[in-house]
């Protein structure tokens, strides 16, 4: 980059300049900023040089790993040959053709179509509209209802943080919209109470049939949810979870939407989560790992179901954006799913490296600390706990979970708290040694909060 100050200078010119986003600004500019400006395979690199495991795929999106030169390259071509052109007006461009493609062949079934957004948050605002339509189209125009979870992350627009199921976002701009209401999440170690797992995802999963009951069928246009809560904490459902909601929006009419954002694109050792979970949704938001993070880039993969009646019934979808499908993100994205299939990297975290993560993450139950750690493929959470015996948490999770996080990144592992949670995500293409690196640094991070806090 040309005319870059110096980078001790940056610091102070983010503090002058840049609010971010999930940010206390106050904290932060008083605390400083970390700058990174480097990164390669799992490793990033901050402004002084320190190197750090990135555990966490930048935001649960690099799935192939950082300085893959034949993505970057993709990008170039295509800024040469058609920096942008839209999708609107009865045109399109050969990226955006082939992603969509490419992405019906992987998603199987009966999802062939893709919408086109830049972000998981667009997509959830775009299935969101796009349920509604489906069922005026059909002459069904009171089914506007939408059901979500508990504790859900959909993103930050307004649908989306409707949609998502926090207070304290919903505090923050009279939200949630008119239309959407929330039942409890499949968080079994803090809500399951004596039932057993599978016991406990049945019951919150007819939480949904009584939802509807209550609102009536007729009302009801959608239920949505994350294959495994990511941002809420890893929540990892029981087994006995998904077929029952399968089941409910089967029976009830209702479309099921499965929020992709995060775990499609190989990260369950599938190449979307629904597949790990053996259903299959209506309709499905991605982003993240479908460009690596490279260049953002989204969409709704779009069933024939819906996508027929949208072809047929409807007309115009009056719905959007300037850069939907913009040809340098799709070729960037193109590119990415290139890697993932010649490296076999969905099958290498099925068989592989997401059993071997698996078993490294499972050994740090042993530690007085930890109340379960519970993996899919690459993807973990391990729960915090004052007593294991009991399943007492302690009392003020948020700061248990923000001590253990920055110790991992004082030793040099970015890990990701929520809560009392601490969760995992690395690349698809992590070796087992660094596996071990997560396990044995966030080991140490445990041992640090047990002979620190006495509760
Ligand atoms: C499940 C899920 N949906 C949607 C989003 C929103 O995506 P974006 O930040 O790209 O808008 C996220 C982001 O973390 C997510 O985890």
């Known amino acids: 980059m040309t005319d870059m100050p110096a980078l001790s200078n940056l610091s102070a010119i983010d503090a002058a300049h840049h609010l971010h986003p999930f940010s206390d600004m106050k904290k932060l500019n008083a605390a400083g900023t970390r700058i990174i400006d480097r990164a390669e395979g799992v490793y990033i690199f901050d402004s002084t040089g320190r190197m750090y495991l990135d555990a966490f795929a930048g935001l649960w999106c690099v799935n192939v790993g950082y300085g893959r030169k034949e993505i970057s390259d993709a990008a170039y071509r295509q800024m040469q040959d058609l920096p942008y052109y839209n999708t609107f007006f009865g045109t399109t461009t050969p990226p955006a053709t082939l992603l969509a493609q490419k992405i019906a062949s992987h998603a199987g079934g009966k999802l062939n179509r893709v919408f086109f957004t830049n972000s998981g948050s667009e997509a959830n605002d775009t299935w969101f509209r796009m349920a509604r339509v489906y069922w005026r189209a059909l002459g069904k125009p009171e089914k506007t209802q939408v059901i979500a979870r508990r504790n859900a992350y959909h993103g930050s627009t307004v649908a989306g943080a409707s949609l998502g199921g926090m207070k304290w976002m919903h505090e923050q701009g009279n939200l949630p919209i008119a239309g959407i209401s929330h039942i409890n999440q499949p968080y079994w170690y803090a809500e399951g109470g004596d039932l057993t797992p599978a016991e406990f995802g049945l019951k919150v999963a007819r939480e949904l049939e009584e939802r509807i009951e209550e609102l009536g069928e007729d009302n009801v246009a959608a239920f949505v949810a994350e294959p495994i809560q990511g941002a809420g904490g890893v929540i990892i459902p029981p087994d006995t979870y998904w077929p029952e909601i399968a089941r409910i929006c089967r029976e009830r009419n209702v479309l099921l939407v499965s929020d992709e954002v995060i775990c499609g694109f190989g990260r369950l050792g599938t190449w979307f989560g629904h597949q790990h979970y053996g259903v299959e949704p209506d309709l499905a938001p991605i982003a993240k790992g479908l460009s690596s993070g490279y260049l953002p880039i989204g969409g709704v993969m779009v069933s024939d179901r819906v996508a027929d009646v949208m072809v047929e019934e409807l007309g115009d979808f009056y719905h959007g954006f300037t850069y939907s499908g913009h040809p340098v993100c799709a070729a960037a994205a193109l590119e990415n799913l290139r890697i993932i299939e010649e490296?076999?990297?969905?099958?290498?975290?099925?068989?592989?490296?997401?059993?071997?993560?698996?078993?490294?993450?499972?050994?740090?139950?042993?530690?007085?600390?930890?109340?379960?750690?519970?993996?899919?493929?690459?993807?973990?959470?391990?729960?915090?706990?004052?007593?294991?015996?009991?399943?007492?948490?302690?009392?003020?999770?948020?700061?248990?979970?923000t001590l253990v996080r920055n110790h991992c990144i004082d030793n040099g592992l970015i890990m990701r708290a929520t809560g009392d949670r601490m969760l995992a995500s690395p690349a698809l293409t992590i070796s087992r040694a660094e596996v071990d690196e997560v396990t044995d640094k966030l080991r140490k991070a445990l041992d640090h909060l047990r002979d620190t806090v006495r509760e």
């Open 343 to 401: 490296e076999g990297l969905v099958e290498r975290v099925r068989d592989d490296i997401g059993p071997y993560f698996a078993a490294a993450w499972k050994s740090l139950e042993d530690h007085e600390v930890v109340g379960e750690a519970e993996s899919v493929g690459l993807m973990g959470g391990l729960q915090l706990a004052a007593d294991k015996s009991t399943r007492r948490r302690y009392a003020k999770p948020d700061d248990i979970g």
